[in-house]
């Protein structure tokens, strides 16, 4: 089977950095994503990791280890509008691009 | 990148009817899945509409229930039959890029069904 878990939802303060952990079991491993999803809206794709490490875009970054089966994203300088859902996803081997998604993260950024 | 409609952006419909969701896509794409959201929850693959045969169900979900068309490279359907409130979803269209892949899929912005 395949399966990502990740917390239910975390809370931070504008301005804060947070980390959102997801932990994955799968078969025919080869990268990991995320997904940002606000309220009512389509999942946006925010990054991707093939290869162990941390990769950076703006405020936020991702990072994954395959030894662990852990990744991470981080999110820096956060704003409110980063209030939303992050989803981390594995694509499955040799399936064209077909993601399996963990169950998601609710992100609150207080004032 | 692709831009994806769907329609409807969301219904409300009565139990026992089916309704039919279509999903445009601007660019040919190759591969085409569609996803469920149930509320809070997270998305739940459905099937890959495949492009002249038959679309690929994952486990849980059958033909009978979603039927799925894919006529040419550009657009797809999905038909939920027989609608109960445990339908009552998002369901969204999504394809991936062209080539290699990224791990990324592109996203309409769903149709909202509330089934009563």
């Known amino acids: 089977g395949q399966s990502l878990e990740q917390p239910s939802e975390v809370t931070a303060v504008e301005g804060a950095i947070v980390q959102i952990n997801c932990t994955y079991q799968?078969?025919?491993?080869?990268?990991l994503s995320w997904y940002q999803q606000h309220d009512g809206g389509a999942p946006t794709f925010l990054s991707y990791?093939?290869?162990?490490g941390l990769e950076e875009t703006g405020r936020f970054s991702s990072f994954l280890s395959r030894s662990d089966s852990y990744g991470y994203l981080l999110l820096q300088e956060l704003q409110m509008k980063d209030s939303a859902s992050y989803f981390c996803a594995a694509p499955i081997y040799n399936q064209g691009g077909k993601l399996i998604f963990g169950q998601g993260t609710e992100l609150s950024v207080k004032p | 990148s692709a831009v994806i409609s769907q329609k409807p952006s969301r219904d409300i419909c009565q139990r026992g009817t089916s309704l039919t969701i279509q999903c445009q896509v601007d660019s040919q794409v190759t591969m085409m899945f569609w996803y469920r959201q149930q509320p809070g929850q997270s998305l739940t693959l459905i099937a890959t509409?495949?492009?002249?045969?038959?679309?690929?169900?994952e486990s849980g979900f059958v033909i009978d229930k979603f039927p799925i068309s894919r006529p040419n490279l550009t657009f797809s359907t999905l038909t939920v039959s027989n609608m109960s409130p445990e339908d009552s979803s998002i369901y969204l269209c999504?394809?991936?890029?062209?080539?290699?892949?990224?791990?990324?899929?592109?996203f309409g912005e769903g149709s909202r069904l509330t089934v009563l």
């Open positions: 999504s394809v991936s890029p062209p080539g290699q892949s990224t791990g990324e899929l592109f």
């Open positions: 990791n093939a290869l162990d």
């Open positions: 509409a495949n492009q002249g045969s038959e679309a690929t169900y």
């Open positions: 799968t078969s025919g491993f080869y990268g």
